[in-house]
């Protein structure tokens, strides 16, 4: 069974901050909703994992306690150890024989050696290691990490998406916030927000096929509103011709707010 919001809509006073969005959550599946400040992600996220907010839309999600979430900050208890942490996610959940798949967890995020520290004393990035591996120890049907990567060490970042492929290797739906591009190419959907609306949604290789136009590297940009930077040189887009192979999701996320304010 696949999970997920049909025409969600969700409004703080009168601010829309999710407008019509629809996302299917397929078991097995990593997907990333991507997007800047202000994009909708976060409210998203809230709503899948189950977090009550006032809202428009249909949603079919798992029942209580088959939902795996990291906030975009904490998910760890600071003044326990990090073995105490899975003690209690253990002991909250009810499980039996955890002690096992914890350990796999913690290995396969690289903190198994520091079960004794206070979560408090870790380091960011292994942090958000650990909420990861107590979301992950139920062993939910749907895994929601919000900006879990955001500000880590490049290791910590390698070791949290061997923890999401491995969710999904197993059978979870997983869904991820992320503004990193980079990482919305390893997800098998993406679904790009701006300013609450849907821009794109679907595969990678689907939304960078489906992008309106052609982007190219040019040292100076005919049309300065269409350009942006790209290391030493800089990425223009054109209104002529189709997306080519060198047309990465980062381009269709610029193109896409391009077109959604204004710059037709």
Do not use: C
């Amino acid at each position: 069974m696949s999970w997920g919001v049909s025409d969600l809509t969700v409004r703080f006073g009168h601010k829309v901050a999710l407008d019509h969005v629809s996302l299917e959550l397929e078991p097995g599946v990593v997907h990333v909703a991507v997007g800047g400040d202000g994009a909708g992600k976060t409210t998203l996220l809230r709503v899948v994992a189950g977090i009550g907010l006032d809202h428009d839309g249909v949603l079919r999600l798992p029942g209580p306690g088959r939902t795996g979430y990291v906030p975009p900050q904490g998910g760890v208890f600071v003044d326990l150890t990090v073995d105490e942490n899975m003690e209690f996610i253990a002991d909250a959940y009810r499980l039996s024989g955890w002690k096992h798949r914890a350990r796999t967890l913690l290995e396969s995020a690289a903190i198994a050696d520091f079960g004794d520290r206070l979560a408090g004393h870790l380091s960011g990035g292994q942090r958000r290691k650990l909420a990861g591996s107590m979301a992950l120890l139920p062993e939910p049907d749907l895994l929601v990490l919000d900006e879990v990567t955001t500000g880590v060490d490049p290791v910590s970042r390698m070791d949290l998406w061997r923890l999401i492929a491995g969710a999904a290797a197993g059978g979870a739906a997983v869904l991820v916030a992320t503004s990193y591009l980079d990482e919305a190419e390893r997800a098998g959907r993406v679904l790009l927000l701006h300013d609450g609306k849907t821009l794109a949604a679907g595969s990678p290789a689907h939304v960078r096929e489906a992008m309106k136009g052609s982007v190219s590297d040019v040292a100076t940009p005919d049309e300065p509103a269409h350009a942006w930077r790209h290391g030493r040189s800089w990425r223009e887009w054109h209104r002529d011709g189709t997306p080519g192979p060198g047309t990465t999701l980062e381009d269709v996320a610029i193109v896409a707010e391009l077109q959604a304010t204004g710059g037709q």
